[in-house]
């Protein structure tokens, strides 16, 4: 499984972006595709995942009801539309996949770097 995660950039708080994950090799229905981000001197934090077929979505308190994970079949795409951004989203988002026998985030993509300004 490879993936590519795009989409990142500077932003005010209060702002909006969407990410996106490009997902290619062998993935099936029961995989889970996550977010995941770090930020400078702290551990990776989970932000979201959503299973291949597009349901069983997940977040953290810290973003819920902000951050919105979807799929979209055609493209091959997991999205990540992030609202009412504040200072502390400010971290490297990276995705990650999951194969449905595993307990393990085996697959990972590049990171893109977002940045919230007050």
């Known amino acids: 499984v490879q993936l590519q995660a795009s989409g990142g950039g500077s932003v005010q708080a209060g702002g909006s972006l969407r990410l996106s994950c490009v997902v290619s090799?062998?993935?099936?229905?029961?995989?889970?595709v996550g977010w995941f981000r770090q930020a400078p001197g702290q551990e990776r934090e989970f932000v979201s995942s959503?299973?291949?077929?597009?349901?069983?979505?997940r977040y953290p308190d810290s973003v819920k009801g902000r951050f919105t994970i979807s799929r979209d079949n055609a493209k091959n795409t997991v999205y990540l539309q992030m609202n009412t951004l504040k200072p502390e989203d400010t971290a490297v988002y990276s995705c990650?996949?999951?194969?449905?026998?595993?307990?393990?985030?085996?697959?990972w993509g590049q990171g893109t770097q977002v940045t919230v300004s007050s």
């Open positions: 990650a996949a999951r194969k449905f026998y595993s307990s393990n985030w085996d697959y």
């Open positions: 090799g062998r993935i099936f229905s029961s995989d889970t």
């Open positions: 959503i299973f291949w077929s597009g349901y069983g979505t």
